[in-house]
């Protein structure tokens, strides 16, 4: 596998592995502090990456892998369609936004509007998994797909305040007993039975485990609250259904 320490701004043999990673080969690139855009539009496979990178990390992912070993700034897999990203840290701000397809697993935490407008249809669907906690409005405007919230750093309420505002499909899975404050009388609530964990939740949270070494097991020992929007509210016959 091919490697270049962004610190050492070699731009030849940058582009050298990202075309390599572009092709469906293996790539690392180490060393990164706040470059964005790393990853964006990869349509196949395998980019790792190690430090911090900047904002748009696997915007637009179109099918290929990418892996970072620290932290995410701000926007990462942004309107991302398919593929996969694994980030062995926590992330910022809108992630995942209008997210259509694919898997993003964060081992840490995120911060504010993650999830919104994430998408589903037909048999691509968005999935999106968190190990720490969110800030508010997390699935804000959801329109189809999966989060789950696993809260692993036992820091508090695992998400803020506003969850799932304005979500009209999709549906949200905290694994928790507590109820998100200022949750909209628009959507409904209920505990998660043994055979929803295992068809809805527990597919996801294996591969979450798998990627970061964690016990799936233990992790769905907890109990579980689903939301979803309430589908007696006019405004569902306004979206097509998925």
Sequence with gaps: ???????????????????????????????????????????????YLKGTPGNGLAAYLEGGSVYVDGNAQDAAADTMNDGLVAIKGSAGDALSYGMRGGRVYVLGSTGYRTGVHMKAYKDRKSVLVIGGRTGSFLGEYLAGGVIIVLGLSGEGPITGYFCGNGMYAGTIYLRTDDIPKCLSDSLSVHAVDDDEKETSIMPFVREFASLFSLDAEKIMESRFIAIEADGSVARGQHYAAV
């Design 1 to 47: 596998m091919k490697e270049a320490d962004l610190r050492k701004n070699n731009e030849e043999e940058v582009r050298s592995i990202i075309s390599e990673v572009s092709n469906g080969g293996d790539g690392m690139l180490t060393g990164c502090l706040g470059q964005r855009y790393l990853g964006c539009g990869l349509r196949s496979g395998r980019l």
